[in-house]
């Protein structure tokens, strides 16, 4: 292997605390999680275990108590939150568990919304927008208002701007949590693509046959990292490709979780 740049992400000790006094307690407890350049990485674990809250402090959306978060190999625990929210608006696309759709916006408007902060012109931007609406089989649904849509319809505009910007670095909070069978697999399928590219993903899921799709599986529990697994069987190594469901790592990640997921499952 060439000389090998810097990780794309790297935590050491990293620690969130919530709650005060006798309340409080470590959402996330001393992390330690080094992530290359194009790795796609499905995180499972049970409800309250500190998924979100890691995907947050990734997506520069918040910040730990304790430890150190390193971007491309830099600190960044002491840069201001305008300096945040520029790389996040040059690098970071994420889709969150609950959509966050603007709802004064449309749905083309929404997925736009990221490139006006790289100050795109107006209708290059929804031509962007229009492009990747394509993708997710919304071209139908442009001027509709977010009210509009089913869940579902709400979960892939969300995608689409996330993604609308190219960023090198995509973190999703279940992101066909909401969908049907057919929906998902056009998000997982645009999800592989990107990765294909060479961008580095990050998925929270709960389904363990999403996790076929990544190059590694990290199971959480209480704010720890509780296994982290290699997938034997990688999207980039079409050779080995063979039923994804047989891994032997997906086997035992999806009996550890077994018991979080089925109440999510439940809903449907
Ligand atoms: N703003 C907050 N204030 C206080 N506690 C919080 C806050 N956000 C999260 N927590 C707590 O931190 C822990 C981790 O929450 P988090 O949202 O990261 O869980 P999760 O693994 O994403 O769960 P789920 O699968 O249900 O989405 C939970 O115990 C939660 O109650
Ligand atoms: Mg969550």
């Known amino acids: ?29 001393a992390i330690d999680l080094t992530i290359e350049k194009g790795e796609f990485i499905t ?21 730990s108590d304790d430890g150190e978060y390193l971007l491309d190999g830099k600190s960044i625990e002491n840069l201001s939150n305008t300096r945040h929210a520029r790389i996040r608006s040059q690098q970071i696309g994420i889709v969150f568990q609950s959509f966050n759709l603007i709802n004064r916006l449309n749905v083309i408007e929404n ?16 031509t962007m927008a229009s492009e990747i609406l394509k993708n997710f089989h919304l071209s139908e649904r442009e001027y509709y208002m977010p009210w509009q849509l089913s869940g579902g319809q709400m979960q892939r505009v969300a995608i ?16 066909t949590g909401n969908l049907d069978s057919k929906s998902s697999h056009i998000v997982m399928q645009e999800l592989s693509d990107i990765h294909k590219r060479g961008n580095t993903i990050v998925m929270v899921t709960h389904n363990p046959n999403l996790t076929t799709y990544a190059s590694r599986v990290i199971h959480m529990l209480d704010g720890k990292i509780a296994s982290d697994t290699k997938n034997p069987v990688t999207p980039e190594d079409p050779s080995a490709k063979k039923p994804l469901g047989s891994s032997k790592a997906t086997k035992v990640e999806s009996k550890k979780s077994a018991t979080g997921r089925k109440k999510k499952q439940a809903k449907k």
Not at 4 to 17: A, Q, W
Not at 43 to 63: A, E, Q, Y
Not at 160 to 175: G, M
């Open 160 to 175: 689409a701007r996330a993604l609308v910007n190219s960023p090198s670095i995509i973190l999703a909070d279940e992101p």
């Open 111 to 126: 997925v736009a919304l990221p490139l006006t902060y790289k100050g795109i012109h107006r209708t290059k931007r929804l």
């Open 1 to 29: 292997m060439s000389k090998k740049n810097p990780p794309v992400i790297e935590l050491r000790g990293l620690t969130k605390k919530y709650g005060l006094g006798d309340a409080e307690h470590n959402a996330l407890d």
């Open 43 to 63: 995180i499972m674990g049970p409800s309250g275990c500190g998924k979100t809250t890691l995907l947050n402090i990734l997506g520069l959306l918040d910040r």
